[in-house]
């Protein structure tokens, strides 16, 4: 069902976000902000990076992980994928915005030393620690300046926020995104950031998950591929896909284990609701664009109908001018079976549009009521994020789409193509 959440301003939502930013039990943060001079680019003021520091008061056994596809991946995402196989207990996770520290001369061994660093000050092993990094592709991380701001940001651990953590770890991003549940004694609380590069898999996004329930490494792991599957991979706002993308969970296993079902529920809710805020929260976006597909050959089937339906530059930007031209939406499908030679026969595709239905029986059904009702539609599902900086609500476009072809259903969610971003995207490093 569709979430209808209001907020009145800025101030509302922040207070409604803090409301839901529970730090499970186990759990520290900090954050602390860096000027450096970048090497690669001369400037006339120093820049800003945000460091965060998420801590276990006990390293852990329990922790998963799920990374970009990308072939040129990040340098923390090939220590992070190190981390990972090697299975040794974890002690936290070092977060970095501002430069993504991707294909950087020694990047790696940069990272490492940091997390050195910040180990030492810990009192933990410095190959205990995750990186995390997203910003600027290509530069390399301030590495002294790190170093020197670490052992504060240790000693600061615990004066955070879950709040304070996820505004830290924005670049782009207009506004903070946190989403928790509680299960059993315990809760899942979860922070992400990620505006523009989303898609395929995943986002230029990072996103950290930490929960007090305690849950085996290899439940852990299997619930967050599940849940990234079909949350993170199933949006989209550029079908750009970053080389950065990871999403970290860990448990500090302080309150007790609930049934597996439950556990995974509940995780694929909060990564279901934080990638829905990511594409809202996406560069220039004004409509969020949701997807339903049925009736497709199988479930990867209907993921691929409902992306070639969000990422048609000619769907986008009709959403984006309030302009119902429902055309391009069975345009859209057809584009994608015709061009994989998958049979489709228009007499058993129903396309909707906000509950209306503007297709079927292989025929358009509109009339001029029809035209001036989801022109309507439109404007009442638009926020401008860019000036209000929060999201005025959590409405959607809703599409639904039957295909006819077999039992495959999936939901994907994306954005319309607007002026600002272009413009964001074309000034990122400006």
């Known amino acids: 069902m569709e979430d209808m959440s209001e907020y009145a301003d800025r101030h509302d939502y922040l207070s409604k976000l803090s409301d839901r930013a529970v730090l499970p039990d186990g759990f520290r943060v900090s954050t602390q902000t860096v000027s450096f001079f ?21 390293p852990t056994e329990s922790y998963a992980a799920v990374f970009t596809r990308n072939a040129f991946p990040g340098a923390p995402v090939k220590i992070g994928r190190r981390r990972l196989a090697a299975g040794k207990p974890v002690s936290g996770v070092l977060i970095n915005n501002k430069i993504s520290n991707v294909c950087a001369p020694g990047g790696e061994e940069d990272a490492e030393e940091i997390l050195a660093v910040l180990g030492e000050s810990l009192g933990v092993p410095g190959d205990s620690l995750f990186p995390a990094s997203t910003g600027i592709i290509g530069w390399k991380l301030p590495k002294e300046a790190m170093k020197e701001a670490v052992p504060s940001l240790a000693a600061a651990c615990g004066t955070g926020t879950v709040v304070s953590l996820a505004q830290a770890i924005m670049t782009t991003d207009l506004f903070p995104k946190v989403r928790s549940a509680a299960v059993g004694d315990g809760f899942i609380t979860a922070v992400a950031k990620g505006a523009g590069m989303i898609e395929p898999n995943m986002a230029t996004m990072l996103c950290f998950v930490m929960t007090d329930i305690a849950v085996s490494r290899e439940e852990l792991q299997n619930a967050l591929a599940a849940a990234v599957e079909g949350s993170f991979n199933a949006i989209s706002v550029d079908s750009d896909q970053s080389t950065s993308d990871t999403v970290l969970a860990l448990s500090s296993g302080r309150k007790a284990a609930v049934p597996y079902e439950a556990f995974a529920n509940a995780l694929k809710g909060v990564c279901t609701a934080l990638a829905e805020d990511i594409v809202r929260n996406g560069e220039g976006v004004q409509h969020v664009i949701k997807v ?31 302009d119902p031209n429902v055309g391009r939406l069975v345009s859209s499908l057809g584009d994608e079976y015709g061009n994989r030679g998958v049979p489709l026969d228009p007499q058993k595709v129903t396309v909707s549009l906000g509950q209306r239905v503007v297709f079927a029986n292989g025929a358009f059904a509109l009339d001029e009521e029809s035209e001036r009702y989801l022109s309507q539609y439109l404007k009442s599902r638009q926020i401008n994020p860019t000036a209000a900086r929060y999201p005025e609500h959590e409405k959607c476009v809703e599409i639904d789409i039957t295909l006819g072809l077999g039992n495959g259903a999936a939901t994907v969610t994306g954005a319309d193509l607007t002026y600002d971003y272009v413009k964001e995207n074309a000034d990122y490093r400006s």
């Open 292 to 322: 339903r597909v049925a009736g497709a050959v199988d479930d990867a089937d209907a993921k691929r109908a409902g992306k070639a339906v969000v990422n048609s530059p000619l769907v986008k930007t009709a959403v984006f001018g309030n």
């Open 38 to 58: 970048p090497a690669e680019r001369a400037v006339s003021l120093p820049l800003e990076m945000n460091l965060s520091l998420i801590a276990l008061d006990r």
